[in-house]
């Protein structure tokens, strides 16, 4: 799955570029979002009768294996004629269909309830977990249940991925199967080799009737996540089958990172060709070639004459902004998408929470400095940012197209004097929406700039403060500082803007100290008022990144790799350190999670962490903190 709440903007705006040219190219276009079709199709009463019928073939054909099934499955068994009532009532609820159905759900008697319940205790004691009030305040009957419904939704998805298909995740379906594989063997194996899971059916199933639906004569799918690509694949290889003549793209985010050296040739089994980075230039110019026009290829990989040849006119210059277009979500059905309540970390609400349009102020990152980043690849280091009338053209056509005022900024870090100028326009000519997006924690966003974005409607941003550590920062060259962050996170809090803090740990050269020192800032952080969401991210180098191209300047040695035909992005290396940043991993999520509940804000770092594994009888395994306990606070005054 891709996201469940709203449409992937990916070809929202390649729709809204090629209609410009459909009348020159005589082009007839047409969206699906095949991710949440799958979804619904499986969170349905028929789907659920034939996994409960499934399941318990298997239950009576091994009998005596009853006692390992896992939790899910079993509650899921005990009541599925009630999953298979309730299911699609529930998903009508959370795609704001029946929403007087909440009294019911919030009676805890109407949804059938799995383990994922179970932190709540037991039916009939209400909402009233003084963790969750801490964090998000009391919850009204309808936030409430469609809390309970998230719930449910999670137990199916979990019988669906331990009892029937290991790939399926809500948001990554397949993703172990494409995260940076050398190799394309997995992926053929898992696409040619086991019989087919009731996912799988379902799939191919949709996949025919796209297909019958629509007759097209060219497919160009996105895959922007690791976990999209067995699905991109599965569907194309249907495509062949019901559709021979038809012509097959494959596109998106993971495959402009981890495709960029591709060489496996069974790919062209499925796609025709796999275009890289921004899909306007190369789709435009491939459907010229393929009406026989004088249209040469751009970042386009295909098979001829016996092997992967990479075609790229540098002549041809990519779409700027201005010529982009309006994205437009026609053919989407808008009114069927799934708002589940994400209540562990505020930001992730928002991910997962409203209808949000997507909105982009600039292509690229106008920094494109960070170490870790790829930003020796296009959609970080070609910057272009949209001028501020078409912004708003983009959100006035959106608005009228959609009926919804949220607008989430995808931008890799809204500018701030773009967001500035965006604010002043939404104030000067009373345009009330409702927006939030990635920033740079810059020093430009003063307290008067903060209030002033408040009033034009921005509600939350997310920004990187990575690891917590100046010495750290500035070999990632990072561009801030933990006080520039403290008060820059303040001004925007103090506006009434929510703060999330993206973290990062395990960057090269990171010490035990360093990783201590980092959740000591950040929990001054949390206690001060400055952020309010942190999330933290195990750091991976990639080769794309100034870690991956210049490993010698941070220290570490990359570890030697087998061959690679297919996938490329993750590579493995040496931290000469040492630190076991897996057992620092655990304590960290667990201080945050805590933090970010309103528990644990005067407890000494240690705790979180426990005894260290060479030293059990130890009470703490790391060290003190070096941190003052009041940096913070001298920071903000």
Same mark, same amino acid.
């Given at each position: 799955m891709i996201q469940l709440n709203t449409p992937y903007p990916a070809t929202a705006y390649l729709m809204g570029f090629l209609r410009q040219h459909a009348g020159d190219l005589d082009l007839e276009l047409a969206q699906a979002d095949a991710s949440l079709e799958l979804f619904l199709r499986l969170f349905s009463a028929p789907s659920l009768a034939?996994?409960?019928?499934?399941?318990?073939?298997?239950?009576?054909?091994? %009998?005596?294996?009853?006692?390992?099934?896992?939790? @899910?499955?079993?509650? *899921?068994?005990?009541?599925?004629?009630?999953?298979?009532?309730?299911?699609?009532?529930?998903?009508?609820?959370?795609?704001?269909?029946? %929403? @007087?159905?909440?009294?019911?759900?919030?009676?805890?008697? *109407?949804? $059938? &309830?799995?383990?994922?319940?179970? $932190?709540?205790?037991?039916?009939?004691?209400?909402?009233?977990?003084?963790? +969750?009030?801490?964090?998000?305040?009391?919850?009204?009957?309808?936030? !409430?249940?469609?809390?309970?419904? @998230?719930?449910?939704?999670?137990?199916?998805?979990?019988? #669906?991925?331990?009892?029937?298909? $290991?790939?399926?995740?809500?948001?990554?379906?397949?993703?172990? +199967?494409?995260?940076?594989?050398?190799?394309? &063997?997995?992926?053929?194996?898992?696409?040619?080799?086991?019989?087919?899971?009731?996912?799988?059916?379902?799939?191919?199933?949709?996949?025919?009737?796209?297909?019958?639906?629509?007759? $097209?004569?060219?497919?160009?799918?996105?895959?922007?996540? %690791?976990?999209?690509?067995y699905g991109a694949f599965r569907m194309a290889r249907r495509i062949r089958e019901l559709a021979p003549g038809a012509t097959l793209v494959l596109g998106g985010g993971w495959v402009n990172t981890e495709l960029?050296?591709?060489?496996?040739?069974?790919?062209?089994?499925?796609?025709?060709?796999?275009?890289?980075?921004?899909? &306007?230039?190369?789709?435009?110019?491939?459907?010229?070639?393929?009406?026989?026009?004088?249209?040469? +290829?751009?970042?386009?990989?295909? #098979?001829?004459?016996?092997?992967?040849? *990479?075609?790229?006119?540098?002549? !041809?210059?990519?779409?700027?902004?201005?010529?982009?277009g309006i994205p437009t979500y026609a053919g989407l059905p808008l009114d069927r998408y799934v708002s589940l309540l994400e209540m562990l970390n505020p930001m992730h609400r928002f991910w997962s929470d409203g209808r949000w349009n997507k909105l982009m102020l600039a292509h690229g990152c106008y920094w494109k400095k960070c170490s870790f980043c790829d930003v020796s690849l296009d959609y970080i280091g070609r910057y272009d940012r949209a001028g501020t009338d078409l912004v708003l !053209?983009?959100?006035?056509?959106?608005?009228?197209?959609?009926?919804?005022?949220? *607008?989430?900024?995808?931008?890799?870090?809204?500018?701030?004097?773009?967001?500035?100028?965006?604010?002043?326009?939404?104030?000067?000519?009373?345009?009330?929406?409702? #927006?939030?997006?990635?920033?740079?924690?810059?020093? /430009? =966003?003063?307290?008067?700039?903060?209030?002033?974005?408040?009033?034009?409607?921005?509600?939350?941003?997310?920004?990187?403060?990575?690891?917590?550590?100046?010495?750290?920062?500035?070999?990632?060259?990072?561009?801030?500082?933990?006080?520039?962050?403290?008060?820059?996170?303040?001004? =925007?809090?103090?506006?009434?803007?929510?703060?999330?803090?993206?973290?990062?740990?395990?960057?090269?050269? &990171?010490?035990? !100290?360093? /990783?201590v020192d980092a959740l000591e800032r950040v929990r001054q952080l949390f206690a001060a008022g400055c952020i309010q969401s942190a999330y933290w991210h195990r750091f991976t180098a990639t080769v794309h990144s100034p870690v991956g191209l210049q490993p010698d300047k941070y220290g570490i040695r990359l570890k030697p790799h087998a061959q690679i035909t297919f996938a490329r992005n993750d590579v493995a290396f040496e931290d000469p350190t040492g630190t076991d940043h897996d057992y620092l991993g655990a304590g960290l999520r667990k201080a945050l999670y805590n933090y970010m509940h309103g528990a644990g804000l005067d407890l000494d770092v240690r705790e979180w962490f426990g005894p260290a594994p060479a030293a059990p009888r130890r009470r703490f395994g790391v060290p003190a903190t070096s941190v003052p306990p009041d940096l913070i606070a001298r920071y903000l005054d």
């Open positions: 034939r996994m409960a019928a499934v399941l318990r073939e298997r239950a009576a054909a091994a %009998p005596r294996r009853r006692a390992a099934v896992p939790p @899910s499955i079993a509650a *899921f068994l005990a009541q599925a004629e009630r999953y298979v009532d309730t299911v699609e009532p529930a998903i009508r609820f959370l795609q704001r269909r029946d %929403p @007087s159905l909440a009294f019911r759900i919030v009676g805890r008697g *109407f949804l $059938p &309830e799995g383990p994922r319940f179970h $932190p709540l205790g037991t039916a009939g004691e209400g909402l009233e977990d003084e963790s +969750l009030l801490a964090a998000f305040g009391p919850l009204g009957t309808t936030e !409430q249940a469609r809390y309970l419904a @998230s719930l449910y939704v999670d137990d199916l998805a979990d019988v #669906w991925r331990e009892g029937i298909d $290991p790939r399926f995740e809500l948001a990554r379906y397949g993703e172990r +199967l494409a995260a940076s594989a050398p190799s394309f &063997e997995p992926l053929h194996e898992a696409l040619h080799g086991d019989a087919p899971t009731l996912v799988d059916e379902a799939l191919d199933e949709l996949t025919r009737e796209l297909v019958a639906r629509h007759a $097209p004569d060219v497919v160009a799918m996105t895959a922007p996540f %690791p976990g999209c690509v960029r050296t591709l060489r496996e040739p069974r790919v062209f089994d499925y796609f025709d060709y796999v275009t890289l980075d921004d899909g &306007e230039r190369p789709l435009l110019n491939l459907l010229g070639h393929l009406q026989g026009r004088p249209s040469p +290829l751009v970042r386009t990989f295909r #098979w001829r004459d016996g092997a992967v040849v *990479f075609d790229d006119d540098r002549t !041809q210059h990519d779409v700027p902004q201005r010529d982009a !053209q983009r959100i006035r056509a959106l608005v009228a197209e959609t009926g919804e005022t949220g *607008f989430h900024l995808v931008d890799e870090a809204a500018p701030p004097e773009a967001m500035d100028a965006l604010a002043k326009r939404l104030l000067a000519e009373k345009l009330s929406i409702t #927006w939030w997006g990635n920033i740079r924690f810059e020093k /430009t =966003f003063t307290t008067a700039l903060c209030e002033r974005l408040a009033a034009a409607g921005l509600v939350a941003v997310s920004g990187g403060l990575e690891v917590a550590s100046d010495r750290l920062l500035k070999l990632m060259q990072k561009g801030v500082t933990v006080e520039q962050v403290a008060r820059v996170t303040r001004a =925007f809090t103090d506006a009434g803007i929510m703060v999330h803090a993206y973290l990062m740990y395990g960057f090269p050269t &990171e010490t035990v !100290q360093d /990783t």
